[in-house]
């Protein structure tokens, strides 16, 4: 025989449809954020070709703080270490920049450094990824060794149990902890009956909570929506903020880099060769102010005074050197 709804039953439900569609309505329009920026190297996919057909090349400046003093100098360190490793000077010219094309030329340094900051995280990721599975085969074979010796244990008949547990000592103790323990079962005794009808009692309260705690969560539920949708949009405008700063960070280092530049008459030199691009690289020296000590021949450690005033510039990756000696070809 089936059973009427109450009235009662019956409003509780069309309640509780209003609050659903009440939360439904709150959460407001859904904010998707935008997709990731493109990687680096997506800028040099057309020169990919390129690179794997021709000769690698590279870019060597000779900046205007040391071209007055010390470009002979330099030019005759770069020959040298050239006809050693069997690389070609195919351009050397001296020349005035203009801050159109030196802003070019920074631009395109720039590109290069972030595809070379991608290529170093995604191969600091991997070496954290190599270590991790490392340590989870460290762990399994550890592990699988002690079960592998308990198990003989249990098969010669003798204890399993590990050796850094403590005997003897404790006898006597454990035989109090257990006399407490028959103490204790005398209390569950005592706990059986009288308190059963409170907790019905209590269930029944709690049952009228829970009703009214339906109407609470779907309010909730809808103020959560909201708010959800507040954080997308609050991270959409934080990741734009940051995206504008990063950029504005480097239109100034742009700007700096090229009025320095600008200062005076440039060397520009277009060097190719199996692997000259390291190879100028080590005659170059760091970027970092800090290591030119550890390496007292490159030309950064013997003219280079600062971070700006660095004495030289070069290409940092391959792909970066074809790109950007076609680029100073169009003014030399």
């Not at 009692?201 to 969560?217: H, M, N, P």
């Not at 700063?245 to 200062?263: M, V």
């Amino acid at each position: 025989m089936s059973r009427q709804p109450t009235a009662r039953s019956t409003a509780g439900t069309a309640r509780s449809r209003m609050s659903t569609t009440r939360s439904k309505r709150s959460k407001g329009p859904e904010i998707e954020l935008p997709p990731p920026p493109p990687p680096a190297i997506e800028k040099f996919a057309n020169w990919a070709s390129m690179v794997a057909k021709k000769v690698e090349r590279t870019v060597l400046i000779i900046k205007p703080d040391v071209v007055e003093e010390h470009e002979d100098d330099i030019i005759q360190l770069a020959e040298d270490f050239c006809e050693m490793r069997n690389y070609e000077i195919v351009e050397c010219s001296r020349i005035q920049l203009v801050k159109e094309k030196a802003m070019g030329y920074c631009l395109a340094t720039q590109e290069a450094r972030a595809v070379e900051d991608e290529r170093l995280a995604k191969e600091e990721e991997e070496r954290i990824r190599i270590e991790e599975e490392n340590r989870r085969i460290e762990m399994e074979v550890a592990t699988k060794a002690r079960r592998e010796a308990r198990q003989a244990r249990r098969d010669a008949g003798e204890s399993d149990v590990e050796e850094d547990t403590v005997y003897g000592g404790n006898t006597n103790r454990s035989h109090l902890t257990t006399g407490r323990t028959g103490r204790t079962g005398k209390a569950t005794g005592r706990t059986g009956g009288k308190k059963t009808n409170r907790t019905g009692g209590t269930t029944g309260r709690s049952g009228v909570a829970t009703g009214r705690s339906g109407g609470r969560t779907g309010r909730t539920t809808g103020r959560s929506g909201g708010k959800t949708a507040r954080q997308r949009a609050e991270a959409l405008a934080e990741t734009q903020r940051l995206l504008e700063e990063e950029n504005e960070r480097k239109l100034i280092i742009r700007e700096k880099i090229s009025s320095f530049l600008c200062g005076g008459e440039i060397v520009v030199m277009i060097i190719e060769g199996k692997d000259c691009v390291n190879g100028i690289l080590e005659l170059v020296g760091d970027d970092d102010v800090d290591y030119w000590p550890d390496f007292p021949d490159s030309l950064r450690s013997k003219y280079g005074t600062d971070s700006l005033r660095n004495a030289v510039e070069s290409s940092i990756i391959p792909i970066a050197g074809h790109r950007e000696a076609e680029y100073v070809k169009h003014f030399i």
